[in-house]
Protein backbone atom coordinates (compact mmCIF):
# COMPACT_ATOMS: atom_id res chain seq x y z
CA UNK A 1 0.00 0.00 0.00
CA UNK A 2 1.24 3.64 -0.82
CA UNK A 3 0.09 6.85 -1.11
CA UNK A 4 -2.80 6.20 0.56
CA UNK A 5 -4.53 7.70 4.28
CA UNK A 6 -7.20 7.35 6.76
CA UNK A 7 -9.09 9.87 8.70
CA UNK A 8 -12.05 8.20 10.34
CA UNK A 9 -12.34 6.82 14.06
CA UNK A 10 -11.37 2.75 13.93
CA UNK A 11 -12.70 0.71 17.16
CA UNK A 12 -11.98 -3.06 17.49
CA UNK A 13 -10.75 -5.99 19.51
CA UNK A 14 -7.64 -7.14 18.07
CA UNK A 15 -4.90 -6.14 15.27
CA UNK A 16 -6.38 -2.29 15.13
CA UNK A 17 -4.98 0.01 13.25
CA UNK A 18 -5.68 3.60 11.86
CA UNK A 19 -5.04 2.58 7.82
CA UNK A 20 -4.34 -1.14 8.12
CA UNK A 21 -5.37 -3.66 10.69
CA UNK A 22 -2.79 -6.23 9.99
CA UNK A 23 0.04 -6.24 7.05
CA UNK A 24 2.98 -8.64 6.00
CA UNK A 25 3.52 -6.43 2.73
CA UNK A 26 5.03 -2.65 1.97
CA UNK A 27 3.52 0.28 3.54
CA UNK A 28 5.44 3.64 2.17
CA UNK A 29 4.06 7.15 2.27
CA UNK A 30 1.08 6.28 4.12
CA UNK A 31 -0.65 8.59 7.09
CA UNK A 32 -3.56 8.21 9.09
CA UNK A 33 -5.27 11.21 11.22
CA UNK A 34 -7.66 8.58 12.35
CA UNK A 35 -8.20 7.82 16.72
CA UNK A 36 -7.95 4.17 17.21
CA UNK A 37 -9.11 1.88 19.78
CA UNK A 38 -8.99 -1.79 20.68
CA UNK A 39 -7.50 -4.22 22.97
CA UNK A 40 -4.18 -5.77 21.61
CA UNK A 41 -1.91 -4.53 18.89
CA UNK A 42 -3.28 -1.33 18.65
CA UNK A 43 -1.67 0.98 16.00
CA UNK A 44 -2.27 4.49 15.05
CA UNK A 45 -1.64 3.54 11.15
CA UNK A 46 -1.20 0.14 11.61
CA UNK A 47 -2.26 -2.71 14.33
CA UNK A 48 0.21 -5.63 13.39
CA UNK A 49 2.91 -5.73 11.50
CA UNK A 50 4.20 -9.29 10.40
CA UNK A 51 7.28 -8.87 8.36
CA UNK A 52 5.96 -5.85 6.58
CA UNK A 53 7.88 -2.33 6.08
CA UNK A 54 6.39 0.28 6.97
CA UNK A 55 8.65 3.51 5.58
CA UNK A 56 7.89 7.10 5.15
CA UNK A 57 4.92 7.13 6.89
CA UNK A 58 3.23 8.58 9.82
CA UNK A 59 0.19 8.86 11.89
CA UNK A 60 -1.56 11.82 14.45
CA UNK A 61 -4.45 10.38 16.02
CA UNK A 62 -4.58 9.29 19.31
CA UNK A 63 -4.28 5.64 20.05
CA UNK A 64 -6.09 3.85 22.95
CA UNK A 65 -5.82 0.34 23.90
CA UNK A 66 -4.51 -2.41 26.59
CA UNK A 67 -1.66 -3.79 25.22
CA UNK A 68 1.09 -3.56 22.62
CA UNK A 69 -0.23 0.01 21.92
CA UNK A 70 1.70 2.18 19.95
CA UNK A 71 1.66 5.92 18.19
CA UNK A 72 2.43 4.39 14.72
CA UNK A 73 2.42 0.64 15.41
CA UNK A 74 1.26 -1.90 17.96
CA UNK A 75 2.86 -4.79 16.94
CA UNK A 76 6.14 -4.74 15.19
CA UNK A 77 7.94 -8.17 13.83
CA UNK A 78 9.11 -6.46 10.57
CA UNK A 79 10.73 -2.71 9.79
CA UNK A 80 9.78 0.61 10.57
CA UNK A 81 11.98 3.47 8.90
CA UNK A 82 11.71 7.16 8.16
CA UNK A 83 8.43 7.40 9.94
CA UNK A 84 6.85 9.60 12.97
CA UNK A 85 3.84 9.47 14.96
CA UNK A 86 2.25 12.82 16.79
CA UNK A 87 -0.56 11.35 18.67
CA UNK A 88 -1.03 10.96 22.46
CA UNK A 89 -1.02 6.82 22.93
CA UNK A 90 -2.19 5.28 26.45
CA UNK A 91 -2.43 1.79 27.11
CA UNK A 92 -1.71 -0.59 29.94
CA UNK A 93 1.69 -2.81 28.96
CA UNK A 94 4.12 -2.40 26.42
CA UNK A 95 2.62 1.02 25.24
CA UNK A 96 5.41 3.00 22.86
CA UNK A 97 5.31 6.41 21.37
CA UNK A 98 5.49 4.98 18.23
CA UNK A 99 5.67 1.16 18.53
CA UNK A 100 4.34 -1.15 21.65
CA UNK A 101 6.07 -3.92 20.93
CA UNK A 102 9.03 -3.96 18.67
CA UNK A 103 9.50 -8.39 18.49
CA UNK A 104 12.14 -10.60 17.51
CA UNK A 105 11.06 -13.63 15.52
CA UNK A 106 10.52 -17.32 16.88
CA UNK A 107 8.77 -19.78 15.46
CA UNK A 108 6.86 -19.77 12.58
CA UNK A 109 8.87 -16.20 11.95
CA UNK A 110 12.42 -17.45 12.98
CA UNK A 111 14.52 -15.05 11.37
CA UNK A 112 12.29 -11.99 11.31
CA UNK A 113 13.45 -9.63 13.36
CA UNK A 114 11.53 -5.78 14.54
CA UNK A 115 13.62 -2.79 14.04
CA UNK A 116 13.15 1.02 13.78
CA UNK A 117 15.04 3.36 12.69
CA UNK A 118 15.45 6.74 11.49
CA UNK A 119 11.75 7.37 13.19
CA UNK A 120 10.26 9.70 16.09
CA UNK A 121 7.99 10.41 18.09
CA UNK A 122 6.64 13.23 19.54
CA UNK A 123 3.10 12.02 21.32
CA UNK A 124 2.50 11.96 25.48
CA UNK A 125 2.85 7.98 26.47
CA UNK A 126 0.64 7.01 29.17
CA UNK A 127 -0.05 3.15 30.36
CA UNK A 128 0.88 1.48 33.58
CA UNK A 129 3.93 -0.66 32.69
CA UNK A 130 6.64 -1.14 29.72
CA UNK A 131 5.95 2.20 28.74
CA UNK A 132 8.62 4.29 26.35
CA UNK A 133 8.79 7.53 24.35
CA UNK A 134 9.48 5.53 21.13
CA UNK A 135 9.06 1.77 21.99
CA UNK A 136 7.09 0.21 24.79
CA UNK A 137 8.97 -3.22 24.83
CA UNK A 138 12.40 -3.90 22.31
CA UNK A 139 13.24 -7.36 21.75
CA UNK A 140 14.79 -6.14 18.23
CA UNK A 141 16.68 -3.09 16.83
CA UNK A 142 15.90 0.32 17.42
CA UNK A 143 18.67 3.01 15.87
CA UNK A 144 19.30 6.37 14.73
CA UNK A 145 15.86 7.19 16.60
CA UNK A 146 14.27 9.81 18.74
CA UNK A 147 11.34 10.37 21.68
CA UNK A 148 10.26 13.97 22.68
CA UNK A 149 6.99 13.45 23.98
CA UNK A 150 6.25 12.53 27.78
CA UNK A 151 6.63 9.27 29.28
CA UNK A 152 4.39 8.18 32.26
CA UNK A 153 3.53 5.45 33.78
CA UNK A 154 4.17 2.91 37.07
CA UNK A 155 6.58 1.00 36.45
CA UNK A 156 9.46 0.29 33.59
CA UNK A 157 9.35 3.60 31.78
CA UNK A 158 11.69 5.21 30.41
CA UNK A 159 11.90 8.47 27.85
CA UNK A 160 12.76 5.75 24.93
CA UNK A 161 12.09 2.45 25.77
CA UNK A 162 10.69 0.87 28.46
CA UNK A 163 12.38 -2.27 28.38
CA UNK A 164 15.23 -3.02 26.40
CA UNK A 165 16.11 -6.54 25.50
CA UNK A 166 17.96 -6.57 22.27
CA UNK A 167 19.67 -3.13 21.19
CA UNK A 168 19.30 0.16 21.02
CA UNK A 169 22.16 2.79 19.31
CA UNK A 170 23.13 6.34 18.28
CA UNK A 171 19.58 7.45 19.77
CA UNK A 172 17.99 10.03 22.29
CA UNK A 173 14.86 11.11 24.50
CA UNK A 174 14.24 14.61 25.78
CA UNK A 175 10.89 13.04 27.06
CA UNK A 176 9.88 14.36 30.72
CA UNK A 177 9.92 10.28 32.62
CA UNK A 178 7.75 9.93 35.55
CA UNK A 179 7.07 6.37 36.98
CA UNK A 180 7.50 4.51 40.42
CA UNK A 181 9.89 1.46 39.75
CA UNK A 182 12.56 1.00 36.91
CA UNK A 183 12.65 4.48 35.46
CA UNK A 184 15.02 6.00 33.35
CA UNK A 185 16.38 9.66 30.93
CA UNK A 186 16.30 6.78 28.40
CA UNK A 187 15.52 3.06 29.24
CA UNK A 188 13.54 1.73 32.11
CA UNK A 189 15.01 -1.08 32.18
CA UNK A 190 18.16 -2.91 30.19
CA UNK A 191 18.46 -6.48 30.56
CA UNK A 192 19.64 -8.76 28.53
CA UNK A 193 20.15 -5.35 25.66
CA UNK A 194 22.75 -3.01 24.91
CA UNK A 195 22.86 0.28 24.68
CA UNK A 196 25.46 2.28 22.64
CA UNK A 197 25.89 5.67 21.77
CA UNK A 198 23.10 7.18 23.32
CA UNK A 199 21.84 9.87 25.38
CA UNK A 200 18.69 11.92 27.27
CA UNK A 201 18.29 15.36 28.31
CA UNK A 202 18.51 15.25 32.21
CA UNK A 203 16.71 17.94 32.73
CA UNK A 204 14.03 17.81 30.14
CA UNK A 205 13.02 14.29 31.65
CA UNK A 206 13.84 14.98 35.56
CA UNK A 207 15.51 11.64 35.59
CA UNK A 208 19.57 11.45 36.47
CA UNK A 209 19.62 8.38 35.77
CA UNK A 210 18.91 5.63 33.12
CA UNK A 211 19.55 1.46 31.98
CA UNK A 212 21.58 2.48 29.61
CA UNK A 213 22.44 5.78 27.59
CA UNK A 214 24.56 8.76 28.62
CA UNK A 215 22.71 11.69 30.48
CA UNK A 216 23.35 15.46 29.40
CA UNK A 217 22.06 18.77 30.22
CA UNK A 218 20.48 20.77 27.81
CA UNK A 219 23.27 22.63 26.46
CA UNK A 220 25.57 19.72 25.84
CA UNK A 221 22.40 18.15 23.98
CA UNK A 222 22.01 20.92 21.77
CA UNK A 223 26.36 20.85 20.93
CA UNK A 224 27.13 18.68 18.21
CA UNK A 225 30.28 17.84 19.90
CA UNK A 226 28.12 15.29 22.20
CA UNK A 227 27.05 13.09 19.58
CA UNK A 228 30.40 13.16 17.06
CA UNK A 229 32.50 12.54 19.42
CA UNK A 230 29.95 9.35 19.84
CA UNK A 231 30.52 8.60 16.33
CA UNK A 232 26.98 9.81 15.02
CA UNK A 233 26.16 10.01 11.36
CA UNK A 234 25.56 14.16 11.69
CA UNK A 235 26.59 17.66 10.44
CA UNK A 236 26.01 21.01 11.30
CA UNK A 237 23.26 23.26 9.08
CA UNK A 238 22.17 26.18 9.07
CA UNK A 239 18.44 26.94 10.31
CA UNK A 240 15.56 26.00 7.89
CA UNK A 241 18.40 23.25 6.31
CA UNK A 242 19.01 19.91 6.11
CA UNK A 243 21.91 17.87 4.92
CA UNK A 244 20.86 14.66 3.26
CA UNK A 245 24.25 13.36 2.85
CA UNK A 246 23.63 12.47 6.81
CA UNK A 247 21.33 10.65 9.04
CA UNK A 248 21.29 13.70 11.44
CA UNK A 249 21.26 17.32 11.02
CA UNK A 250 22.04 19.91 14.39
CA UNK A 251 21.85 23.63 13.96
CA UNK A 252 24.87 23.58 16.33
CA UNK A 253 23.87 25.07 20.10
CA UNK A 254 19.96 25.73 19.09
CA UNK A 255 18.38 22.63 18.11
CA UNK A 256 18.65 18.81 18.74
CA UNK A 257 19.47 16.73 16.45
CA UNK A 258 16.80 15.77 14.05
CA UNK A 259 16.72 13.57 11.04
CA UNK A 260 17.94 14.76 7.87
CA UNK A 261 14.49 13.80 6.02
CA UNK A 262 12.59 15.92 8.33
CA UNK A 263 11.15 19.19 7.35
CA UNK A 264 12.04 21.65 10.03
Not at 3 to 22: M, P, R
Not at 37 to 46: F, M, N, P, Q, S
Not at 212 to 225: C, S
Not at 247 to 256: A, C, D, L
Request: hydrophobic share 30%; proline share 2%; net charge negative.
Amino acid sequence: MSNSYATGDVTGIEDVGGLLGHTAGNVSSCYSASSVTGVDKIGGLVGYNSGGTVTNSHSTGRVTGGSEVGGLVGHNLGTVSDSYSTGSVAGEEEVGGLVGRNEHGSWPAEGLEGTVSNSYSTGRVTGDSLVGGLVGRNYGSVSDSYSTGSAAGDSLVGGLVGWNHASVSYSYSTASVTGNEYVGGLVGFNYPGTVGNSFWDIETSGQSTSAGGTGQNTTAMQDIATFSDADWNIIAVSLNETNPSYIWSIVNNVTYPFLSWQQI
